[in-house]
């Protein structure tokens, strides 16, 4: 069994690996885009905003709905393809760590 110094270099360790991946995950850039790519989005995988691009064409049609829902759709599709990317982070940062079945690192 191991003694409690161990214990805590290991849980130091776990910790320091958890900030070093997270400081990787703002550093992995995701693109979302919608109606066709004319609206697109890029985000960090952790979820930072950097920057939107909007075809100009959308600016002329008048239709601020439209524009609007085309924002929201890259948003969310760029949100969804940074989980991805975190996740998968994740897995690679957990993998061989002697952790149990369905348990979920805090964030």
Same mark, same amino acid.
């Given at each position: 069994?191991?003694n409690?110094?161990d214990?805590?270099?290991?849980?130091q360790?776990?910790?320091?690996q958890?900030?070093?991946?997270q &400081?990787k995950?703002d550093?992995? *850039?995701?693109e979302? /885009? =919608?109606g066709?790519g004319?609206?697109k989005?890029?985000?960090?995988?952790?979820?930072?905003?950097?920057?939107i691009?909007?075809?100009?064409?959308?600016?002329?049609v &008048?239709?601020?709905?439209?524009? *609007?829902?085309?924002? /929201? =759709?890259?948003?969310?599709?760029a949100?969804a393809?940074a989980?991805t990317?975190s996740n998968?982070?994740m897995q690679k940062?957990?993998?061989?760590m002697?952790l149990?079945?369905?348990?979920?690192?805090?964030?």
């Open positions: 069994m191991q409690i110094n214990i805590m270099k290991m849980a360790n776990v910790q320091q958890l900030a070093d991946a &400081g995950l550093e992995i *850039e995701v979302g /885009a =919608a066709g004319m609206v989005v890029r985000c960090s995988a952790k979820g930072r905003f950097i920057s691009d909007i075809d100009p064409s959308l600016l002329n &008048g239709d601020k709905e439209m524009l *609007e829902d085309l924002i /929201a =759709a890259a948003f969310n599709d949100r393809k989980d990317a998968e982070q940062m957990t993998a061989g002697p149990p079945p369905g348990f979920k690192l805090p964030f």
